[in-house]
Nanobody, 122 residues
Framework: QLQLVESGGGLVQPGGSLRLSCAAS????????IGWFRQAPGKEPEGVSC????????NYADSVKGRFTISRDNAKNTMYLEIKSLKPEDTAAYYC???????????????WGQGTQVTVSS
């Protein structure tokens, strides 16, 4: 059974940092494009980042460029999202996801996890 499980969310002050992790089971991440999207209450899901299975350059939403970094550790079958310089508008549930290719707009994957909450507040 294909499964993605996120961890690492929490309450952070503006300007702080977090590292989100996503452990995959039931499939090998290196065969898929992997990514992250987020959803704030009352808003549509927003694509954050995606990187193809070939390890090509990562794509990022304009709102997170320079602050977010996606990566994967194939040996651990785990992906990560490093988040720096957090802003209150980054507050959302963050979901890791996988698909054959990175989707248009970085959102709309076939597989995703249950999400981890990131709250940015002083």
């Amino acid at each position: 059974q294909l499964q993605l499980v996120e961890s690492g969310g929490g309450l952070v002050q503006p300007g702080g940092s977090l590292r989100l992790s996503c452990a995959a089971s039931g499939f090998t991440l290196d065969a898929f494009a992997i990514g992250w999207f987020r959803q704030a209450p009352g808003k549509e899901p927003e694509g954050v980042s995606c990187i193809g299975s070939s390890g090509s350059s990562a794509n990022y939403a304009d709102s997170v460029k320079g602050r977010f970094t996606i990566s994967r550790d194939n040996a651990k079958n785990t992906m990560y999202l490093e988040i720096k310089s957090l802003k209150p508008e980054d507050t959302a549930a963050y979901y890791c996801a996988a698909d054959i290719h990175c989707p248009s707009g970085l959102v709309g994957y076939n597989y995703w996890g249950q999400g981890t909450q990131v709250t940015v507040s002083s």
